[in-house]
């Protein structure tokens, strides 16, 4: 009976992602970005990527109960990596315009000379998937110490590895492959993406980045939801009882890390996408923190809550806000008040507020199909019925 | 090394010293297929440091554990391979063997806590079912895809099963610590047992409990026995259902081994009724 329970939930869960990605799309279509509804678009583009790398942080921090700062880190990796090997290698010289650069050769535009559209669109996922495995496989390498370490002490030392981590990506004497602490751009970027069917030009911009938060969003809930995340799971809440029951803990800790990473890896390259320029200083630990508080506002633990606390969390700062800091908001025109930085105090006050009122997040722990299974009151079914 | 019967555990010389503190002083002890057999002694005896030693939680200071014939855990004076030249050892070399936890568990002990270590967040049936994740053959992305339905189907019939053994069917859905503690320790042995264990350690299963939950209890650690064919090695204080159900006593006192032997025998004896017992006098039934 469960068996068949939890098929149908598949569907349902196959079907409305499908759905979303249709409206996705649509709406990519319908709103221009000149539009008064443009910052939709926008919110959806930065929200997705944050969303993606609120959820990989989420698989670390809420399921494993590993306390890691390193996010920013590893969105670099990724950045530099799909930048590096998407510049087409006639804007090479020009981005690279104080050094001599050494990679000379651009996946999508190699993969496009035989193979057209469908070759760029391959390269640009070539890309994604490399700047994942940049950032896995040096995950793998801090994490054969760092790991070791509980709670703060990891906290710290991964915040330490972020922060050399950008040190060293601008350092002039990498610059023949990091540009030094000049920005990469003119690399495949979603502003460019389009799909051409029949003469009519169809704009991507918005669907490629939901769409690849949204597959490697699915794919860490697929992990979740096995029996890998569930030892995740015991690990975080006994690490001793874990041990005795036979989860391998250091084992089990590489595999949370180096896969959350794998994800940053892809965020942060999805990040350069969406902003068309990747440049180490942007990975500051603020963007961690930032991160986190989407976590944190979300629900340690839910990955629903990542995704809301980080649409939210856009939304707020990027767009609804907006006229706090140029004058006018909700009609209430203010310049003496509304100016540049007020935004930041009213938007402190609104997540203090969520905080106090929401203790343990906006879904604490639940996720999205239990808030339908408890209306319908269909007994407790727990967990188990989610596959 | 195991020689006579069928040895499931034994222990060697094992010593655990904590600084200046000697948790366990040169203890030895065997196990034979299918007994249950008691550690007695009183409060800080270093029973519990005992059990985390045979489980591999502490790397002894001195001392071998075979395990099902194999050495499993060695230190042999602690050191890294060397030859030793002094001491009632010499000529012989040292090693070390020290294992985690988990890795003992998957050769067949499992043991429960002595103040209840459930996973707190998660249901009944969530509990025991990570237990099976030991028993695993799938890998990270087999699992995510679904590779493995047929191991989950399987893992998921054998919880159902253990549940409705230890009697907990009723409340599989329900979050662990919502559950009466005499449940939660039932559900500790249910996910020991889910590892498939050859031995079972127990450690003070029956602490807080009140006489009627003892009785129950003895009787559900002698079905087990039975029923999973498990050897049974355990820690208690109450000594009716020690008497009652173990088939050999050891008694440590101040880390020592003090005593070894039947329950009538230890009954009987006058060190243990010095250090522990105190006056025998109701401890028949």
Known sequence: MTQKKSKKGAWIALIAVLAWLGLVFALDQLIKPTDKLGMLLIVLQKGSVYALAAVSMNLLNGYTGLFSLGHAGFMLLGAYTYAIFTIPDKNRDTVYQYFHAVVRFSIPEKLSQGMGGFGTALGVLIALLLAGLVAAVMAYLIGLPVLRLKSDYLAIATLGFAEIIRAVFQWSKLGPVTNGSNLLKNFARVSKFKLELGGTKLSLSTFVPVLIATVSITLIVLIVNSTYGRAFKAIRDDEVAAEAMGINLAKHKMLSFVTSSFFAGVAGATLAMVLSIAQANNFKSAMTYEILLMVVLGGIGSITGSVIGSMLFVAASEWWLRGLDSGSFLGIEAPGVFRNGFRLVVFSIIIMIVVLFFRKGIMGEKELPDLFRRKKKAAPAGKEAAE | ?285
């Open chain 2, 1 to 285: 090394m195991s020689e006579e019967k069928k040895q499931v555990l034994k222990v060697e010389n094992v010593t655990m010293q904590f600084g200046g503190v000697v948790a366990v002083n040169n203890f030895s002890l065997e196990v034979n297929e299918g007994e249950i057999v008691a550690i007695i002694g009183p409060n800080g005896a270093g029973k519990t440091t005992a059990f985390n030693v045979i489980t591999g939680v502490y790397a002894p200071t001195n001392g071998r554990v075979f395990f099902n014939g194999d050495c499993v855990i060695e230190n042999f004076p602690r050191g890294k391979m060397k030859k030793l030249y002094k001491g009632e050892n010499a000529g012989l070399y040292s090693h070390t063997l020290e294992p985690t936890p988990d890795a003992l568990t998957l050769k067949g002990m499992a043991r429960t806590f002595q103040n209840i270590r459930l996973w707190k967040s998660m249901t009944v049936f969530d509990n025991i079912l990570i237990a099976k994740h030991a028993r695993r053959t799938s890998n990270l992305f087999s699992a995510a895809f679904r590779g493995n339905r047929k191991e989950e189907a399987a893992q998921r019939a054998e919880v159902e099963e253990l549940l409705s053994v230890v009697g907990l069917t009723d409340v599989k859905n329900e979050l662990a610590t919502s559950l009466p503690y005499g449940k939660q320790r039932r559900l500790e042995i249910a996910r020991a047992l889910a590892t498939k264990p050859s031995l079972l350690l127990l450690d003070e299963p029956a602490a807080g409990m009140n006489p009627q939950e003892t009785q129950e209890l003895t009787r559900f650690i002698g079905q087990i026995r039975d029923q999973f064919g498990v050897t049974i090695l355990l820690i208690e204080h109450h000594m009716d259902l020690v008497m009652d159900i173990s088939d050999r006593i050891y008694v440590l006192d101040f880390g020592r081994m003090i005593a070894e032997g039947t329950p009538a025998e230890i009954q009987k004896n006058e060190k243990v009724i010095d250090a522990y017992l105190g006056v025998v006098d109701d401890a028949e039934d």
